[in-house]
């Protein structure tokens, strides 16, 4: 009899990557030798209201498992995995900290450093509709804990969901920005905003701006 094994967060990255190249749940299960159910219900069940996110869905599933009582997960616990996630921990380390933590936040690198950047909430509204090409969304996928330098870059087109994954040897912000740059003027597709999250890859924002001549905004802190 087979042992079911959780998702990885590599797993759900790959779920993440075909599920925006327009594959469906049969053929994402096939690629990733699970069963079709196991994808579904993945997918319907750490939905949040901006969709099914890789990182935050694996940050959910940890909680889980770390909390066997029904206690709510306070704001600065949810920051820690997600943190954690971040610096490669496995879910075991993550579940063991914030155990010896007793769901206190501890010190920790913080994320959404960027607080005069320009805020999602002001991004147009015109992007939440998808009726225009142009508006993109970026991100970075962190390579397995082996070789934990290795990343790839996200860059995603909301609408026609044409995606660019791109493999650096690091996540340094001048490099992440050389690729963004030099990724969408080879595309030469129209660039009316860009979105991402806080990370600091993503600090050189302002010269991915003045390069591509658009407009650059952050998600909230710790959403995805």
Known sequence: MSTYHQL???ERYHIYGLKRAGYNITTI???LKRHKSTISRE???NIKSRGWRPLLAHSQAIVRRSSKAKTRISHDSWKLVI???KQHWSPEQINGRIKLNHKRAGIYETRGKFSSAPSIDDRPSIVEDRIRIGDWELDTVVGKPSNSNSSLVSIVERTSRIARFIKVNNRKADIVSSVII???KLLNRPVHSLTSDNGKEFSKYK??????DTGFYFAHPYSS
């Not at 010269?207 to 591509?212: N, P, Q």
């Open 8 to 10: 990885t967060l590599e």
């Open 29 to 31: 299960a096939k690629e």
């Open 43 to 45: 997918l319907k069940r």
């Open 83 to 85: 943190h954690y996630l």
């Open 182 to 184: 030099e990724q969408l």
């Open 207 to 212: 010269t991915i701006s003045k390069e591509l």
